[in-house]
């Protein structure tokens, strides 16, 4: 990840809200993974969502990008519902996400992953594709250069440009997904622990790289975490989940004194 | 072993740096030129030349079935179903089996009088591909929401509906006195291809058969390559390699599943079509579900994925079906004392060759890149990795 100082950015004077969830609820059956949570993403701002594992945190994820349907509520990207929507369309409305376990296409190179992100952004189709006028020959190569020059911004050397992705090594792997993510061109970026697996450096280099990103590429980002040190060093705003329940939601300082959280997190004290 | 594989390799990669960028096209040119000139080398109605046309026609459906399971990853057991509909696509539209109609189109001076349907071979190859396109689409949509094994149940489904349906169709009217099949009497008396200047093919002399079937190889290798390096070529294998992680990416799901079975199933109807005219019936008994297994073998055997592995294996496996096992080996047993001729203990062939592939070259005879590339890099990242971790890294602290 490249480095890049940066003042600690100021929270933008009016907050206008990327995503907004809306009593979103989700059951399985007789579990109810998330229920009845509202929360929304400001513009331009680094938010996490944190709690105890099994709390609900991915399922919340996969129905913001509509791989799952809510049982109830609504969710707003701007002014849109796409609360039914498929997931495709919701990426091509700008909101692109990584995976917990890396979910990456494993026969494919470096380029080629990447370039299936840029997919929303391409036009040809099948008689395009068998024909292969000018246009769609441009469109591909523009893709592929498109593809090599986020694969470096993110920090991937060139020798592994062209190497499979499974075969490549676990950071290098990480570093693909991001770029994928990235290469729809979202204007939300949605992260399912980024760090893990990673050491206190790299955490800490990836910590910079998201207000990067924020920054220069105008991106507003969720964030699924564990790292605490992460959590609190990046984001604005923190929402904690428990048992599928929001049981807090500020600032990250507000957050940790959080006596429900603190519950949540270390058990309840004996009395 | 292993050491002279690897030596091999370089000297491989060595050669294919010195040739010139227009090589692999001047290769495709002769490859082609080769193609059109063979048939003046064998006698016009030979065995061989009869096996070849047939083994070129099992390659056109080896490619569609190629599309579906090689780059989509959709096992398809029932693709005997779509070799059904492109040859009753030229049942119907093709000779006088619908007799009470009178619809000629460029067709030769003597169909053009004759009752029925008549349309030109090359409009019915068109609707053939068209209706099975269809049928592609039909079948695709129940298997949308499957995986794995289960695609291949629904699609093995498929496959045996339509099969009895052929059988059948001869008691399912069609108004008029006319029925949709003729069972297993079979469609006969269809019309052999014509084209003006040429006339019409006949079964003495095989060259220009060789030709179409030629020309139609061609036109269904050009797609396919065509579309192996799309968007939607990429699409279909971010599909099979992690459908969520695809659709994650923007990648539509019913969409792209969708053209592939049409495509796949087009290809499989062309072809059929011309097994139609070719074969000179269209019988309900040639739609066995063996079939579908026998196309499955050559996309296999020739390296899945692979477009190239997929003409070799449906020529090969055409060639040892029609040629080098009823033609040229079939009375070996007998010269060992053995009362049997080969042609009865075809299968048994089958299925050895098959476990011998799969013993001795599972990838295939021509392995799809992708494939090759992680059986040979595999090495090569293992020893990236040994010295990532070995490397200057941070420490925990």
Known sequence: MSPTETPPPAPPAVALSVLRAEHVTKQFGGLVAVNDVSFDIPQ????????????????????????????????????????????????????????????????????????????????????????????????????????RELLAYVGLREPAFDRLASQLPYGDQRRVELARALASQPTLLLLDEPTAGMNPNESQALTEFMRALRDELKLTILLIEHDMKVVMGVSERVTVLDYGKKIAEGEPAEVRADPGVIEAYLGKRAS | ????????????????????????????????????????????????????????????????????????????????????????????????????????????????????????????????????????????LPTLRLRGDYIAIVTLAFGEIIGVLAVNGQSVPVGGGMTLTAGNLGISAVDAPYFPGIGSFNLLNLRPWYWLIFAILLVVLFVNLRLRDSRLGRAWIALREDEVAAVSMGIPLVKTKLLAYAIGAAFGGMSGAFFGTYYTVVNAGQFQFGFSIFILAMVIIGGLGSIWGAVVGGLALGYINNYLIPDVLNNLPAKFGFNFQLTQVEFGIFGFLLVIMMVLRPQGLIPERRRRLELTAGIAAEDAQLVETQGPAGGPT
Not at chain 1, 83 to 88: N, V
Not at chain 1, 111 to 119: R, S
Not at chain 2, 63 to 73: C, D, I, P, R
């Open chain 2, 1 to 140: 072993m292993s050491e002279l594989r690897a030596q091999l390799r370089e000297w491989q990669a060595a050669v294919q740096k010195r040739l010139p960028p227009w090589s692999s096209r001047a290769m495709a040119v002769s490859l082609i030129v080769i193609g059109i000139v063979l048939p003046f080398l064998f006698s016009s109605s030979s065995a061989f030349m009869n096996a070849t046309i047939i083994a070129i026609a099992y390659a056109v459906m080896s490619l569609g079935l190629n599309v579906v399971v090689g780059f989509a990853g959709l096992l398809d057991l029932g693709y005997v179903a779509f070799y059904a509909l492109g040859a009753y696509s030229l049942g119907w539209l093709g000779s006088g089996f619908f007799f009470k109609a009178q619809v000629h189109a460029l067709v030769s001076p003597v169909a053009s009088t004759l009752p029925g349907v008549h349309l030109n071979f090359i409009l019915i190859l068109i609707a053939a591909a068209l209706i099975c396109a269809g049928a592609g689409v039909v079948i695709g």
């Open chain 1, 44 to 147: 331009h701002s680094i938010v996490s969502l944190i709690g105890p594992n099994g709390a609900g945190k991915t399922t919340l994820f996969n129905m913001l990008t509509g791989l799952y349907r809510p049982t109830q509520g609504r969710i707003l990207l701007g002014e849109r519902d796409i609360t039914r929507a498929r997931p495709d369309v919701i990426t091509s409305y700008g909101v692109a996400r990584t995976f917990q376990n890396i979910r990456l296409f494993g026969a494919m190179t470096a380029v080629e992953n990447v370039m299936i992100g840029h997919h929303t952004q391409m036009r040809a189709g099948l008689f395009g594709s068998i024909l292969r006028p000018p246009w769609v020959r441009r469109e591909e190569l523009q893709t592929r250069e498109r593809a």
